[in-house]
C-alpha cells in the first residue's frame, strides 16, 4: 500500500528525479530531489555565438504522511534557479490513495508530460502547448499500470489564463498509447499595463489579450529489448483572444527511435510541422548520444538540421549542443 501511494505521489509531483529519503518513520516520508543541467550551446539563431547555457537548476522538497492505510496526504515545493533569480515553481499539497491523487495549488499541468521528443535542444516545432503549469491547478493522476487517465485545470479569475487539459492513456507489452487534449484561454494575458503620468494622473495602455489555443496529440511508444520506437500526431490552434483571428493552425508529425548499447543510448528523429493558416511547413531532424556516467550524471551531444523557412525568422540550418546533468 505505502509503495503504491507513493508512485502516485511522485506522479503527482511531476518529477522524475530519483531522491534523497530525508526521513522515513511513523508514517511521514519526506524526500529531496535536484537537478542542475549545464550545457555547450549554439542554436539554430542567426548571428549567435557559442555559448555556456544553464539549462536546468531545480531544487524540490516533497513529502507524504499516512493518515491511514488507505489514504496519505502529500505536499511538494520546488525552486527553479536557472537565472540569478530563484522562482518558486511549484508549491501544492493533495491526497493519495488507491483512486489515484488529487493536488491543489501551483503545480505542473498534464500536458507538461506530452511528447515523445528524444531530443535535448536540436527537436523543432515539436508539439507545444505553450503554458503548461499554473499557480491556481487542481490536477488528478490516476495510474494502474495498465490503464492510466489524468486531468488538470487552471483556475483563470479577473480575464487571466484558464486552461483545461488532460490524459487517456494505454500500456501493455511494451506498447504505451495515449492522447492529450489542450483547451486555454487568453494564454500570455497582461491586462492594462500602466506606464507613467501626465498631469498627476496615471496614463493606462492596453495590454495584451492573450491567445486562445486548442490542440491534441496522439502519441505512441514501442521498446522492444534495447530498442524504443516512438510516433505522434498532433494538431494546434492559436487565436488571438479579441479578435479570435487564427495566428497559426500546424500539424505536427514526429517519429524518432534510440538504441540503447550498454550505457550508452543512441538515438534519431524527424518532426514534420505545416502551419495550415500560413500555407508554410518544415522538416527537422536530430541525432544525439548519451553516455550514462552514473545512475544519477549523463553527458550528451547532439546535433539538428532544420530548414529555412517562413515558420522561424533568421535561423541557420545547423545547431548543436553538448551538455552535462547531474540529478540527486
Do not use: C
Not at 190 to 208: A, I, Q, R, S
Amino acid at each position: 500500500m505505502k509503495k503504491t501511494l507513493l508512485a502516485l505521489a511522485v506522479v503527482a509531483a511531476g518529477s522524475a528525479n530519483a531522491g534523497i529519503n530525508l526521513y522515513d518513520a511513523n508514517g511521514v516520508k519526506v524526500d529531496l530531489s535536484g537537478t542542475v543541467e549545464v550545457q555547450l550551446y549554439d542554436g539554430y539563431a542567426k548571428n549567435e555565438d557559442t555559448t555556456i547555457r544553464l539549462d536546468d537548476g531545480d531544487l524540490s522538497l516533497n513529502a507524504s504522511v499516512a493518515v491511514s492505510d488507505s489514504l496519505s496526504v502529500v505536499s511538494g515545493t520546488a525552486f527553479k534557479y536557472e537565472s540569478k533569480e530563484v522562482k518558486n515553481d511549484e508549491l501544492w499539497l493533495g491526497f493519495a490513495s488507491d483512486f489515484g491523487t488529487l493536488t491543489f495549488g501551483r503545480q505542473l499541468l498534464v500536458s507538461d508530460d506530452s511528447g515523445i521528443g528524444k531530443d535535448y535542444e536540436m527537436g523543432l516545432e515539436q508539439i507545444s502547448f505553450a503554458q503548461t503549469e499554473g499557480d491556481r491547478a487542481i490536477k488528478y493522476v490516476y495510474d494502474n499500470g495498465t490503464f492510466y487517465a489524468a486531468a488538470s485545470h487552471n483556475l483563470g479569475s479577473d480575464n487571466k489564463t484558464e486552461i483545461t487539459d488532460g490524459r487517456l492513456g494505454f500500456r501493455t507489452a511494451g506498447l504505451d498509447v495515449r492522447v492529450y487534449g489542450y483547451d486555454a484561454e487568453r494564454v500570455g494575458y497582461k491586462g492594462l499595463e500602466n506606464f507613467g503620468e501626465v498631469d498627476g494622473k496615471p496614463v493606462v495602455k492596453p495590454g495584451k489579450a492573450g491567445d486562445d489555443i486548442r490542440g491534441y496529440n496522439l502519441e505512441a511508444e514501442y521498446a522492444f529489448g534495447a530498442v524504443n520506437l516512438a510516433a505522434s500526431f498532433g494538431q494546434i490552434e492559436y487565436k488571438n483572444s479579441d479578435t479570435k483571428k487564427v495566428q497559426k493552425d500546424l500539424d505536427l508529425y514526429e517519429v524518432n527511435g534510440s538504441y540503447t548499447l550498454d550505457k550508452t543510448t543512441f538515438a534519431l528523429g524527424y518532426v514534420h510541422a505545416k502551419d495550415r493558416h500560413a500555407d508554410v511547413s518544415h522538416d527537422n531532424v536530430y541525432a544525439n548520444v548519451t553516455q550514462k556516467l552514473h545512475s544519477n550524471v549523463k553527458a550528451y551531444a547532439e546535433v539538428g538540421y532544420a530548414d529555412n523557412d517562413k515558420i522561424f525568422n533568421e535561423v541557420e540550418e545547423f545547431g548543436y549542443v553538448a551538455g552535462l546533468e547531474v540529478k540527486f
